[in-house]
């Protein structure tokens, strides 16, 4: 994962950690994981995604989401969601 798609996507969790007011120390495996990863210094699996966003009370697809909306592309929300929906169709889905 690119450098820049990490510090996104790890503060694209604290926003949402910060929002639900949730510390660091009830949102994953530990505090220095979560800190790590906010920090845009680590990579989170499919699986540790998947559990933060339980606990944030969102789709783990939107951490990922506001990760690629916030990591320097120039994309708006509806272009990537209408690549998404048109991906998803080549597929079947």
Known sequence: MRS???RAM???MKLYRLK???PQENLGPSQPYISTLEAGRGNASIDK???MAGVLGVHPVSIILAGY???GDDVTTDQLLERIRNE???IGL
């Open 88 to 90: 998803l169709l080549q």
């Open 69 to 71: 909306l916030s990591s």
């Open 20 to 22: 639900k007011n949730i």
């Open 4 to 6: 820049e798609l990490k």
């Open 10 to 12: 790890g503060a694209s």
């Open 49 to 51: 995604i998947e559990q």
